[in-house]
């Protein structure tokens, strides 16, 4: 038993819902639980883990598991190949084990050392940033479980994702950590001034001192006793040329709050200058505190607070940078996760990067086999560049592009030369840079970065760069694996809808006017999926092309007219090139003049040609055109290309279909003359055994009686005798007569032709009229239509019926005979019905057996005869007989003819 698969679009819907719920997470547990629900839901695997690597690479230890585990073979324990989990982690590919056994088998020692039980199927993908193995995601189920290409692309893309997701929370954890220790070093770079050789003095203009510190006084040279028996006056160590600074600065402290930075010299206890960098910073509305440090030591601790300043610069550029590289990458994947046209993904990258490098010239272009082509450019790229870029594209070994390809990292050119990188048109950058976008891969596109004002790239820059690339690509190759599902589920779609087209007309063959109706009937259909056009069919005959069957106006009378006289082989290229070939034709941009005269062409865009038929059983060519510009899609080519198929599969078996049809109704035919034959046998014998011996003893008994009367001279009784001989005699001539008129109905060759009904009807009823000229009839005639039949003898059936409606109402004033037809998907049948005698139905059986009566001579005259005439007439059209009656109710007669009987051959049109 195998676990039920996703679809493909409940894949897409789980993949979106997880791209928006990873961009939400911020820590490790979160992109954890975030991932291992929704792959176990969109799979309905039984449990989930996640392994992490340790920061050496050489652990694996659970991260998160959901669902029931049981005795897991998932565990903690060192990296190595002999583990699934390690194989994948050192492989870098993943690993599917589909079916019970599989896992163990390729791992004998698995569940002896772990101690648990190997699921059923299991699933094992490394996480992949980059070079870099993050760890592997695991899925387990608890039945056998056959992986699609679906589920795999969405398995990769998922652990894609949860990689990039685990990136950004390792380095939002980073960037708290790397705060912690700019703050200690803050802190540290405070500690280092307050506890540096800088004095500390607060003091007032007249040189008195109401508050100094340790470094001060050992800075002077005096000591605290000194200061607090009022020995030291700063003013006093103030040399007389410095005064004057001093003033301005105390005003400087007292007017703005604090002065600026000036250098003096002060007087020590022993009476030598000291040079100082003073800093006064009002204290209150008298007094100022002084910051007084060596210059002696100044160069050695301002290069000791320079370096210590760089490092504190360096890590807040690089916490910027990540930190703008993560909004950068929020931001994007919160706008992208909306997008679903790869066009609108592609925009939204090149406007973010406008927005973040402001004046940049941003370009996507895409690796084909022989070049990388521009698609997508901002507004401000150079119109030159850009029409050679669009137009003839970059060479593969243009270098910037040879190097991605090869790498697979981003580029960062920081001095561009546009003649050493072989790019005309672009001598006005200074800087270019290229991030590859990778699908299943391998480099399929990339999006590129040029400035004009700057050599170089900075550490923002480049992240910014890198998170818009990373994140592009994560949703670009997204993005791609569901326009790549829904062109095949279009495609499948689109060949369902044919074959459900080629069912429907061909479920019943019965009902086609021959081959080409059915072809008529498909093209129909089909025009209903396309732009409007025109569809033909065509055949080869001789040196024309015939066009068969068309729907739809060609759009010229004149053209047309040329259509239906038939095209020139080898002179035809949108007939001639498919037949030759074999193969389809797509023309988006229909050639005037490439068939006929390109004036009655104009109106013509698209054409589509294919072949019907292979090798030697090939057919013809079917073709659709379209009034209005159109380009053939790979769906419509699909679709086009499975109606070709099927159109030929379905000929040959409608062909099949009548030739087998046409010998059974041949043979059915032969049986009901043979049935016929053998019926007209029996009743021959049966008349020849009865019917005939009874006029027979009439003739010997009363012609003996009437001997004896002539013996016995009694005149009257031999004519009496006579005329009972003579009527027996008339009586056994009409039923020979009868007979021989059967056999020859039998024997007759069938000259089967359009017939009108109305017309034969209407000499059946003259001859009615004529033989019952006293009977009154009135007559209720339908629509009769034409058919197929032999006029001569369809002629003797309704003569025979309506004959019989009179002959068995006679008496009733009037007689009502009513006529008329039914047009039936494969056959005609006509009716007679009367208000006459009728008959029991328990002896319907016999009514068209010959010599079979049910009504006395002496109530009815006839040979019995007649309704044997006409179910063999109908036998040998191929149709049917019956009747229905009512004694003393009337009857109906009833009898078929096929729609297309074998001696008449189909149509052509």
Known sequence: MTARVSSTTELAEQLQHLTGQLAATHTQSEVLSAALAPAIGALNALSGALLLLDGQGQTLSIAAVQGDQGKTVWQDGPLTPATPAGDAVLSRRPLYYEHAGTLTQAYPELEEHTGGLAAVATAILPLLLGEEVLGVLILDFREPHTFTDDERRFLSTLAAQTSVALDRSRLIRRLGEEAARIQASTARFQHLVETSPTGMAV?????????????????????????????????????????????????????????????????????????VRLTLIRYDGRQVVGHIQDLRLYRAQQRQIEAEQWTVAQQSLALEAEQAAMQTSVQFMEAASRIDDLGALVQLALDTLQTLIPGANVAFTQ???????????????????????????????????????????????????????????????????HYPVEQGGEVVAALGIAVTSQRGWSPTQRAVIRAVGRSFTLLYERIAVARTLQAQNAELMARTQVMELLASVTSDLATHQGNYALVQQLQERVLTLLPPGH??????????????????????????????????????????????????????????????????????????SLPVGVGSARRGVINFTTFQPHRWSATEQSLLT????????????????????????????????????????????YSASHDLRTPVRHVQGFADLALRALDRDQPEKVRRNLDIVSGATERMTAMIDAMLALSRVGRQPLQVLPCDLAQVVAQAQQDVQLTFQEQEVEWDLGELPVVQA???????????????AVKFSLGQTPAHVRVWAEQRPAEVAVFVQDRGAGFNMAYADKLFGAFQRLHTQQ??????????????????HGGRVWARGEVGQGATFAFTLPAHPLAVPPSPE
């Open 642 to 685: 499975t109606l070709a198929h099927g159109l030929s599969v379905a000929l040959d078996r409608e062909e099949a279909v009548r030739t087998l049809a046409d010998k059974a109704r041949i043979l059915a035919q032969a049986n009901q003359e043979l049935e016929a034959s053998n019926a007209e046998l029996e009743a021959f014998t």
């Open 790 to 804: 032999d006029r001569t003898l369809l002629q003797q059936v309704m003569a025979h019926l309506l004959g019989n």
């Open 535 to 608: 569809a033909a069919y065509w055949e080869p005959v001789g040196e024309l092309w015939h066009m068969r069957a068309h729907v739809n106006d060609i759009g010229r009378p004149d053209l047309m007219a040329i259509l239906r006289a038939g095209l020139p082989r080898g002179q035809t290229p949108t007939l001639d090139r498919p037949w030759a070939s074999g193969e389809a034709l797509y023309q988006d941009d229909y050639a005037d003049g490439m068939d006929v005269a390109a004036d009655l062409t104009r109106h013509v865009f698209a054409v589509a």
């Open 367 to 433: 690796r084909t086999p022989d070049r990388w082509q521009l698609l997508h450019a901002s507004d401000n790229l150079a119109p030159d560049l850009s029409q050679l870029a669009r137009t003839q594209g970059f060479s593969p070994d243009t270098p910037v592009f040879a190097e991605l390809v090869r790498t697979g990292q981003p580029s960062f050119v920081d001095d561009w030369d546009a003649r050493r990188e072989g790019v005309a048109h672009s001598d006005h950058f200074t800087s270019v840079a």
């Open 203 to 275: 003091g007032s203009l007249d040189g008195q001192l109401t508050l100094v510190n340790d470094a001060y006084l050992h800075l002077l040279g005096y000591t605290r006793a000194e200061y607090d028996a009022g020995q030291i006056d700063w003013q006093a160590l103030t040399p007389e040329e410095y005064r004057e600074q001093d003033g301005r600065a105390f005003a400087a402290a007292f007017e703005q709050g604090v002065s600026t930075t000036y250098d003096k010299e002060m007087l020590t206890r022993s009476g030598t200058r000291l040079p």
């Open 859 to 876: 109530e009815f005259a006839g040979t019995g005869i007649g309704l044997a005439t006409v179910r063999r007439i109908v036998a040998r």
